[in-house]
């Protein structure tokens, strides 16, 4: 495919030349004129037809040429001598004028036809061949048919019958063309000029070349015996034979192409390579093969190299640079030669004495060519630098080996020939093997996606190829072992990466499931719980399909696997219980996930799983519908959840048509288990899990079938669940809420269609219908007429509802989200009904659509709305209803006449000129509107100004120029504003309005239209008169948004007026007051760069979309885009305002995207020169910008990133300078105040880094941008030192990705070593090296001072975001051993960060086979050791211990540490009188976390092996924790002196508390911790609290003395305010007992009212809130004061008056939530009790509150007040809340006067 066929992107073909009609014309006249009694036969006047459709369609040219091929294939019709004369001249003249394949391909079957017809070689086709491959053709530069054009067509000539047989025919013209072809174009390349105006561009030469040695490769390999006699001279070469002269000729250039790779495109190397290789390969003897692809690429020799007559490769090729540069060009050449050199040569043994080149010599001994492949192969692939291009090829090159190679080992099978199996399965050896193995651990997740698919493919076929070699050499046993430590290895990995579903996929058929279930018997669900990231989810179900599938194949009889097909299961006698039994091994695993609390997994489950389960066994639907609709249900999962899995399946069944809308049923409660009750899908419509709602909708909405019919009852609940759903805040719900809808009403159109269709006929029938007819069938149709009307009705009353709805929803003030909604669902009502006629649906042609009634879209009413909805304030709301007002007639209803659009467009021109950029945003879309409906459309004469002067109405088609022109004048007036005032300008005439206005109005101009073509000199015009005016505004406003202070600067001049314009300001009265509010310099800057980002965005508008010539000629010309990119780049190396630059960036982008596609060379070179100076600008002494180097990193990010080649030359040359630039020292008498180079460079190099187009091209530096950071981290200047850590932080995003959550030491966050240093192989040896460096410094200065090595922390930093890897072989260990002992150094540092963060960077480098000797030996603490260095080694242990303890693979490794650490940790506890308090409780919090909570053995492991370490932990833990027990009961004991401060004192004993608790909660016994609420420590009562808090229950022995003590806290009062708010949430958990307690509960009450008035702690009043609601009603549950009505009525009051004040909307968010958790204590007393009406309301405004958990809260809390069956969504709850209180007269009052309050209360409505 050409390079304009790529550009297509699927576009359709190009007609033909208009040319070529007139001499197909001259053929008919010239053959009609010489036979003119001869009638023309259907053949001939098809094409004749042709002649006359020049000017039409291709469409129109392709049926006439396919109806000439059926006439054609009539033998009766066919004359002979027309096809000669006539029919065979114009096909073939078509087919070699066509100037693309695409359009080429059709006159194929017609060439093929007259070529059987006429019977002979002399053919108008042949002859046109020959002058087609004509030499003259070459250097002609014809625009129409370029050579790659011609090239192509050479290669579709090949593709069919006649056409291959006329290129075989001038087999040898054919090659000299092509070759001459090449030879010309490399010539032109390499003596490429830019000056040379008509030479073609560098891409389409580049394009040529590719394509000619596509065809050049194709013709040689696919046809060798024609091609054998010419190139098999090359053993032989003699000086006079024109066919060694070709082939020489051929070769040289080809040599050329491969070893230049910084001219040629990677592509053209690649197959140049390829066909190098093929013409070697012609070579007869395989001896003098082999002997010349070593001698030219592969050994060193003090010969002469051979040539073909004086051909050969260079030294540039075959050297060291060769092998050696990012674009190694010797890859093309081993890609070549693995693809195209037979076997035999391959496997041909060579001498023992050659000399390797050096690249090759660490391989020796290599025996053939087939091991030098794979070794050169293996070379490239390890080969971290490479470019990306580069290294996808090189794994396709080795791909493309390994299957080479199991081609030939399968000869060899077949054959039985052992020499040469040994001689191609010697290479894969086990070191090998594993190395190929590894590439697809270390390059799975490399950011250059195709790399996933090629190690793909080398995996699987590696793997192919060991079995081969294990089956023929009969080593099963070690290929079986291999492939079950394989699978060990990816069950032991983590859960979460995505590698390990693909090779696990790969695996099961070769292993089978019992091997699987074996390895791993939960597998099922551990990989069913993976599947809460989106992005794993499809590798899972691919994984789990081709487990379950395989597993169908083993299990059930009479099954065989069909390629590309999953197989279907039906039950019968005998598949029934293994069927049985393959549901059951998914179906309790599959319900636990859907029953998962987690949202996100149970939608992966719905979408992933289901389906294809439900495909497999249509039957497993109702054996989980059984399962969930169990009442006793013992397979643990979630009951509360059980709805939401419920409807899930029901949705994926209903979706399959597994089951109907006839097994609904309106019972209650069925005892069918395969009907459906219609109240459950009530419930689930309010249900307050949005996934379950949009299920339900699913549900109703969608269906296999088209027009399968939607009942009354679905209809019914859809009124009931549109208005309620759409105000949701959740983007993704209203996505696929309205996505549904679309659906339902596209299936609704369908079904009325078909119903009136039926409709018609039955009447038809009944009105032919006579009395002696059948009088059942005339009932029958009758009734069937009747149920269609019906169901029409009921269609058209649905219709009609929703749009009055849509309508009612898009009231002023509506939220975002309703308006969204509603405006999407009118959209897609457009779509799919139309504004006043229904659209044509597919396949319905040109036929109009009998439709029984029309929606009502198009009506007045609407229409004001949507126009009002334009002054909406969010931009996504205008953009949509100006596109469905674009749908309405012209006019608009309502809006006729020319008076009319005039006052809308006044309307529109209030806000345009308004300060606000809302508004000024809502005017400009009216503008639009305005322009695109009456004047572009309409041509009405209409004026931006009011008091514009009345001119002459111009032409209708003068309409848009002349409206354009006035807007252009109202922009001049308000720069000639801001030119003479500009703080007045600010306040009373802004530019940012109108300058979107003409946004808008350009982009609406279509430069294709011919009323726009005709006045295309008026239209110049006007751009250019757009541009002057973007110059006048940037110019006007530049001097403010320059300063080097944006934000405070004010011009001077308008210092002196500030009297003068307050005097104005106040005569504008309160307007413009309000224009004006706010400091006089943040009015300036707010206009000034508003307005250079509107000007911006239009110039964007302007040289992205109108049409450029060279010359003066077009709209806009070359010269136009040059002085756009002056300004661009000024505005970005200039401007200081941060919202200023980076809006001009965009249209710089676009500007220099334009450019750089230019077919004039001049004007494609133009942003290489500005990124020249650009670069050149950094080193100027004159450049000072401030703020992260302002916009001038954007300024050269903006071109490097619209360079489209793969190469990215600009990109390379520019990191190039910045990294040398940033590397240079700077002077150290450097002012500080003034920008440095360095730190221009280190900004520039972060910006490149940062943006995403250039993601995989900047990885290539990651290493020495890395280098970079490290080292400015020494820097002796603050601001290099301050760029550093940014680009430090930018270089951590890129490499390891964006956070997949927020920890950033999460494992999904981190790449293991192995993937690291393989990606950045250089960053190994200087990290190591730094790493020296800093703790040499440490270890040197730790005695005397803290000083720390800058470069420290960031190393650190790096190393602790790998992880360790599963994969990790001894030389990968062995890799990282060399950092353990520096990193295990930092213990000494004197400063604890760098303690902590070598602890953290320990923990990758340590594998988990070394984890208890790495402990063993941190604990052998050295007698003469520090405190600090203790307490880094007990840091080092402590994240050694989460880092490995928690991974849920180990086993063996946790047997060892529970034997052997233990006595090491009570050997070091026997020691605490040595230690600082501070290292003591860091020691006791290891042994809280590792030896006694012991959370690390319940982590995901099988139930077997926890009870096994239970076992193990209690026996060998037992010693240490008695001994630690009785220290802690010691040293708790001991008083505290308040006089003796003991540093770290506290942090010891609350250490200690929290071993003593955690011990009482494990023996369900707290007595003997109750006192520790009273200790003296307030950290010693907060973790008590904690603790007990957290895992305490009613039956563990000494609550009620806990209940007693935390009673007295609450009342008496507690010191510190953490500990009291603990205290009282602790009690909200507890049944309040006041028989143990001295007060009463009317005292506690009255005490907890004073604490909660009086206390100035905000925690405290939000922890006493949710405490009165809880004892309110304990009190009123229990009725001891029921006979005290009062003061109960009282308590009540008082609490409600409490809840009310604490829930508006202006109090704080905490305190809302405590008034939240304190109605839910008195919840089910609320709606029973006359004092509570205003908590009523007050719920009703939480569940609207702007906090989605609030309302969420809320919602919960009043579902279960009315008792409902499951709880609701917040805007159901608002409902029912409503509903309750307008049953009550009181509660009507009050509820009438809450309403009246909100509606003219304190808001006010906005006036139009």
Same mark, same amino acid.
């Given at each position: ?241 024109? $066919?060694?002269? %070709? /082939? @020489? ?6 040599? !050329? ?5 910084? =001219?040629? +495109? #990677? $592509?053209?190397? %690649? /197959? @140049? ?6 013409? !070697? ?5 395989? =001896?003098? +093969? #082999? $002997?010349?692809? %070593? ?15 004086? =051909? ?1497």
């Amino acid at each position: 495919m050409s390079r304009s066929e790529k550009n297509k992107a699927g576009g359709k073909p190009i007609k033909l030349p208009p040319s070529i009609f007139s001499d197909w014309k001259t053929i008919i006249n010239n053959y009609t004129e010489s036979n003119p009694k001869v009638e023309l036969t259907p053949v001939t006047k098809e094409i004749a037809r042709l002649t006359d459709y020049v000017n039409d369609s291709w469409e129109q040219q392709a049926a006439c040429l396919k109806k000439a091929t059926q006439a054609l294939h009539d033998k009766k019709n066919v004359n002979k001598d027309q096809i000669i004369q006539v029919v065979e001249p114009i096909v073939s003249s078509g087919y070699f004028t066509a100037t693309e394949n695409l359009s080429r391909r059709h006159f194929i079957p017609l060439v093929e036809a007259t070529s059987k017809e006429i019977n002979s070689d002399n053919t108008s086709f042949a002859r046109l061949y020959k002058d087609y491959i004509s030499l003259d053709t070459i250097q002609q530069e014809q625009q129409d048919m370029t050579i790659a054009q011609r090239a192509l067509t050479i290669s579709a000539t090949l593709e069919f019958g006649y056409g291959k047989r006329v290129v075989l025919d001038a087999f040898h013209d054919t090659l000299v063309y092509i070759i001459a072809a090449l030879d010309y174009s490399v010539q032109q390349v390499e003596n490429y000029n830019i000056d040379n105006k008509t030479s073609l561009s560098l891409v389409d030469r580049m394009n040529d070349i590719l394509y000619l040695i596509k065809t050049l490769h194709a013709l040689l390999s696919r046809h060798m015996t024609h091609a054998q006699p010419i190139f098999a001279k090359i053993q032989n070469a003699q000086e006079n034979d024109p $066919d060694a002269q %070709l /082939v @020489a000729k051929l070769l040289g250039v080809l040599f !050329i192409i491969c070893t230049d790779t910084d =001219v040629y +495109a #990677r $592509d053209c190397s %690649l /197959v @140049a390579g390829m066909t190098i290789a093929t013409i !070697i390969n012609m070579a007869p003897d395989v =001896v003098f +093969a #082999r $002997d010349l692809i %070593l001698e030219w690429f592969f050994i060193t020799t003090t010969k002469e190299k051979k040539s073909i007559l004086g =051909v050969a490769p260079t030294s540039v090729l075959t050297g060291e640079s060769g092998w050696s540069e990012r674009d190694v060009p010797m890859l093309s050449i081993v890609k070549g030669l693995v693809s195209s050199i037979r076997s035999d040569v391959l496997l041909s043994k060579f001498p023992n004495d050659l000399e390797f080149i050096p690249t090759l010599k660490e391989f020796q001994p290599l025996e053939n060519l087939h091991e030098i492949l794979f070794f050169s192969n293996n070379y490239f692939c390890s080969k971290a630098d490479l470019q990306s291009p580069s290294k996808v090829a090189a794994f396709e090159s080795m791909a493309t080996w390994l299957t080479e190679c199991k081609s030939i080992i399968q000869s060899c099978m077949k054959d039985n020939n052992k020499e040469i199996m040994k001689a191609a399965s010697a290479v894969f050896q086990p070191k090998t093997v594993d190395k190929l193995v590894h590439y697809v651990w270390n390059h799975w997740d490399d950011p250059v996606d195709v790399i996933q698919n090629k190690v793909k493919s080398i995996f699987e076929v590696t793997l192919d190829v060991v079995e081969m070699k294990a089956t023929y050499f009969k080593e099963n046993e070690a290929y079986n072992n291999f492939l079950q430590r394989l699978l060990m290895n990816l069950i032991e990995m983590d859960w979460h990466r995505k590698v390990k579903y693909a090779l696990l996929n790969i695996l099961v058929p070769k292993l089978g499931t019992d091997v699987f279930l074996k390895a791993e018997p939960n597998l099922i669900w551990k990989c069913l719980r993976a599947m809460d990231s989106l992005i794993l989810s499809p590798q899972i179900t691919a994984m789990l399909m081709a487990f379950l599938q395989q597993r169908i194949i083993e299990t059930i009889p009479g099954l065989k696997p069909i390629k590309n097909q999953s197989l279907k299961l039906n039950e019968n006698a005998e598949t029934k219980v293994p069927i049985q039994h393959w549901v059951h091994l998914w179906a309790e695993p599959v319900i636990r996930a859907l029953t998962s609390s987690s949202e996100l997994l149970r939608k992966n489950i719905s979408n992933f799983i289901l389906p294809s389960l439900f495909k497999t066994c249509p039957s497993s639907f109702w054996t989980l519908m059984e399962n969930l609709q169990l009442e006793d249900n013992d397979s643990g999962f979630d009951k509360d959840l059980r709805l939401h899995a419920f409807i899930t399946v029901l949705k994926v069944g209903r979706s399959l048509d597994i089951v109907g809308a006839d097994a609904y049923t309106l019972e209650k409660s069925s005892t069918d288990a395969r009907k459906i009750p219609v109240d459950t899908l009530r419930i689930a419509i309010y249900h307050h899990d949005p996934q379950v709602r949009l299920d339900v909708l699913g549900l109703m909405c969608e269906s296999r079938k088209a027009i399968t019919p939607i009942s009354k009852m679905e209809m019914d609940i859809l009124r009931e669940f549109i208005p309620l759903n759409m105000n949701c805040t959740s983007p993704e719900f209203r996505q696929t809420f309205c996505t549904h809808i679309s659906r339902l009403l596209f299936r609704l159109r369908g079904i009325l269609y078909a119903k009136y269709r039926s409709y018609k006929s039955c009447i038809a029938y009944l009105d032919k219908f006579t009395s002696t007819e059948d009088n059942k069938k005339y009932t029958a149709m009758r009734t069937e007429a009747e149920e269609s009307l019906d169901s029409i009705e009921h269609g058209k009353q649905f219709l009609y509802w929703l749009i009055k709805h849509i309508e009612t929803s898009l009231y002023p003030g509506a939220s975002y989200q309703r308006v969204a909604t509603s405006l999407r669902l009118l959209s897609t009502l457009i779509k799919i009904f139309g504004v006043t006629e229904l659209p044509v649906p597919a396949g319905f042609g040109d036929q109009p659509v009998d439709f029984p009634f029309r929606v009502p879209v198009g009506t007045p009413q609407l229409t004001k709305v949507l126009i009002d909805t334009l002054m909406n304030p969010f931009d996504f709301n205008r953009v949509q209803a100006f596109e469905i007002l674009s749908q309405f007639p012209n006019p608009l209803p309502d809006i006729e006449s020319r008076q009319d659009a005039q006052h809308l467009l006044w309307w529109g021109l209030d806000n345009v000129v308004s300060t606000r950029a809302g508004e000024s945003d809502s005017g400009a879309m009216v503008f639009r509107l305005i322009f695109t409906k009456y004047v572009k459309e309409l041509g009405y004469d209409l004026y931006p100004e009011r008091d514009s002067k009345q001119k002459a109405s111009p032409a209708v088609e003068m309409a848009p120029v002349v409206f354009t022109d006035r807007l252009l004048d109202l922009l001049d007036k308000q720069v000639e504003a801001a030119k003479s005032n500009l703080l007045l300008a600010a306040q009373q005439h802004p530019m940012h309005g109108t300058l979107l206005a003409l946004q808008y109005i350009f982009r609406e101009l279509d430069y294709q239209n011919p009323s726009v073509r005709a006045k295309m000199t008026e239209w110049k015009k006007i751009h250019n008169r757009a541009l002057t005016l973007v110059h006048s505004v940037c110019a006007t406003v530049m001097d403010v948004l320059s300063n080097p202070s944006p934000e405070g600067n004010v011009p001077s001049s308008f210092r002196e007026m500030e009297e003068a314009i307050d005097d104005l300001i106040d005569e504008c009265g309160d307007e413009g007051e309000d224009n004006s509010s706010g400091p006089k310099h943040q009015v300036i800057l707010s206009c000034c760069w508003r307005a250079v980002k509107e000007a911006s965005a239009l110039l964007e508008v302007i040289i992205s979309r109108a049409p450029v010539t060279r010359e003066k000629s077009g709209l806009i010309s070359t010269t136009d885009l040059k002085e756009s990119g002056v300004l661009l780049r000024t505005l970005l190396t200039t401007v200081r305002h941060r919202g200023a630059f980076s809006a001009v960036y965009p249209a710089y982008v676009s500007l220099n995207t334009r450019l750089l596609d230019s077919v004039d060379s001049t004007t494609a070179e133009v942003p290489a020169q500005w990124l020249e100076d650009n670069l050149a600008s950094i080193t100027s002494n004159n450049i000072s910008i401030t703020r992260r180097s302002a916009g001038l990193p954007l300024c050269i990010l903006a071109i490097v990133s619209s360079e489209r080649s793969s190469k990215k030359k600009m990109l390379d040359k520019t990191m190039k300078t910045l990294l040398e630039l940033a590397n240079q020292e700077p002077p150290p008498d450097a002012d500080q105040r003034i920008d440095m180079p360095q730190v221009h460079a280190y900004n520039i190099m972060r910006t490149i880094f940062m943006d995403a187009k250039l993601a995989t091209a900047v990885l290539g530096y990651a290493s020495d941008g890395f280098s970079l950071a490290i080292s400015g981290f020494s820097s002796s200047s603050w601001a290099i030192r301050n760029c550093a850590v940014m680009l430090f932080s930018t270089l951590l995003q890129r490499t390891f990705g964006t956070k997949k959550t927020k920890d950033e030491h999460s494992a999904v966050n981190k790449l293991t070593g192995r993937e690291f240093f393989t990606r950045y192989p250089q960053l190994h040896p200087y990290l190591l090296e730094q790493l020296k460096i800093a703790v040499d410094q440490l270890l040197a200065k730790s005695t005397a001072t803290s000083t720390v090595h800058p470069g420290l922390y960031p190393i650190l930093t790096l190393l602790s975001r790998l992880h360790p890897s599963v994969m990790d072989d001894a030389d990968q260990v062995a890799a990282m051993a060399p950092f353990v002992p520096l990193v295990t150094s930092c213990a000494v540092s004197a400063i604890f960060k760098t303690r902590e963060m070598a602890a953290r960077a320990l923990v990758p480098l340590i594998p988990s086979s070394e984890l208890v000797q790495t402990t063993l030996m941190l604990l052998d603490v050295p007698s003469k050791s520090t405190q600090n260095e203790i307490h880094g080694r007990l840091l080092q242990v402590q994240f050694l211990l989460r880092g490995h303890l928690y991974h849920t693979s180990l086993r063996d490794h946790l047997f060892d540490f529970i034997k052997r650490v233990p006595a090491a940790i009570q050997a070091t506890v026997a020691c605490a009188d040595l230690l600082s308090r501070i290292t003591y409780a860091l020691l006791l919090d290891i042994i809280s976390e590792f030896f006694f909570d012991c959370a690390w053995i319940f982590i995901d492991r099988d139930q077997g092996v926890v009870e096994e370490l239970k076992e193990l932990v209690n026996e060998n833990f037992e010693p240490l924790r008695k001994y630690v027990l009785d220290q802690c009961r010691e040293g708790l004991a001991v008083p505290v002196d308040p006089q003796q401060v003991v540093i770290g004192g506290f942090l010891a004993r609350r250490s200690m508390a929290q071993i003593l608790v955690q011990y009482a909660l494990q023996k369900k016994d707290v007595s003997d911790v109750v006192h520790l609420l009273d200790d003296v420590d307030y950290e010693v009562r907060l973790i008590s609290m904690t603790l007990l808090e957290k895992h305490s229950n009613y039956d563990m022995k000494g609550m009620d003395a806990l209940q007693q003590q935390l009673l007295i806290k609450t009342f008496k009062g507690e010191s510190n305010p953490n500990c009291f708010v603990l205290a009282a949430k602790f009690l909200l958990v507890l049944k309040l007992d006041f028989t143990h307690v001295t007060f009463t509960r009317v005292e506690y009450w009255n005490q907890l009212v004073d604490q909660f008035v009086s206390s100035r702690s905000q925690a405290v009043t939000e922890s006493v809130l949710p405490l009165l609601g809880s004892l309110l009603s304990q009190i009123i549950e229990e009725g001891t004061y029921a006979d005290d009505k009062e003061w109960l009525n009282q308590c009540i009051s008082l609490w409600s008056k409490y809840v009310v004040a604490n829930s508006r909307k202006e109090i704080t968010l905490p305190l809302r939530e405590a008034a939240v958790e304190s109605i839910r204590f008195m919840a089910m007393h609320i709606f029973e009790n006359e004092e509570t009406t205003q908590v009523q309301l007050t719920i009703t405004q939480l569940l609207q509150d702007d906090d989605i958990d609030i309302r969420n809260a809320i919602a919960e809390i009043t579902s279960k007040a009315l008792v409902l069956e499951a709880p609701v969504h917040p805007e159901r709850a608002t409902e029912l809340v409503y509903s309750n209180l307008s049953k009550s007269q009181q509660h009507l009052k009050e509820l009438s006067s809450s309403l009246w309050s909100v509606l003219l209360g304190e808001e006010k409505l906005r006036k139009k």
